[in-house]
């Protein structure tokens, strides 16, 4: 399964949510979306598989900007 | 690509800042062979996903994503009143998509025309009718009276008609 680093979820989000964030909690990477929203479970690791961005992309409802940043998606 | 409808329930107890939560949910995932290995996307609370070689390797590891995201929220919490806003949004946090493809999936299985893979096909099937989407959150600390019978084991099974 295809990896994802952090370098590229940042170009991403920077492209397809302007004003994410990203904050890392104990057990956790979480991105916050500037409406509210969060995504609680992404992995600490700098790696990370692609389904856990594709589900990301799906969630906050990007996927096809998503996709033009992350072909494996 | 076939997408499989599965519901599981958890019961976990979280230690927070000054109190210890009971968190008991009936959840709903999708199970999808991709690219190379089984895939577990969350429905309900649905920002969780993981993966691993089996269908059930994939939903231990999803399990244990679903105990480090109450981790992270009992950590945030001042109080108990706090985790339990934080788990029922965690929970209810709408992916309506999710639950569309969700809902597709237990039609094309109840189709009859969707060849199911013998892995899911062992595990223990049951109508979602049956199995209401919840989560239940108290504050056991506070409980005078403990029984056998509050034991919940983990469940997973195929939302298939029995």
């Known amino acids: 399964m295809a990896q994802i680093t952090i370098g590229e979820l940042e170009a991403m989000l920077a492209d397809c949510i302007p004003g994410a964030t990203i904050g890392m909690k104990t057990h956790n990477r979480v991105v916050y979306h500037p409406d509210g929203r969060t995504y609680p479970s992404l992995p600490r690791y700098d790696n990370m598989m692609v389904m856990h961005i594709r589900k990301l992309a799906r969630f906050f409802k990007i996927f096809d900007c998503a996709k033009k940043h992350i072909q494996s998606l | ?162």
């Open chain 2, 1 to 162: 690509m076939t997408l499989y409808p599965v519901m599981f329930t958890f019961r976990d107890v979280v230690s927070g800042n000054g109190f210890l939560g009971g968190v008991t949910i009936g959840g709903r995932a999708l199970i999808v062979p991709e690219d190379g290995a089984w895939s577990i996307y969350g429905v309900r609370p649905a920002p969780i996903a993981e993966s691993g070689q089996t269908p059930l390797e994939a939903f231990a590891k999803f399990k244990d994503a679903y105990k480090r995201v109450l981790f992270d929220l009992a950590e945030d919490a001042k109080c108990f009143d706090d985790f339990k806003k934080f788990a029922e949004r965690f929970y209810f946090e709408p992916d309506s998509e999710e639950e569309k493809r969700w809902t597709d999936a237990v039609r094309a299985i109840r189709s009859g025309q969707v060849e199911i893979e013998e892995s899911i096909n062992r595990l223990p099937k049951e109508d979602p009718e049956n199995r209401p989407a919840f989560i239940s959150i108290s504050q056991l600390q506070e409980k005078s009276r403990f029984t056998p019978t509050d034991n919940v084991p983990d469940q997973f099974e195929f939302a298939a008609a029995a």
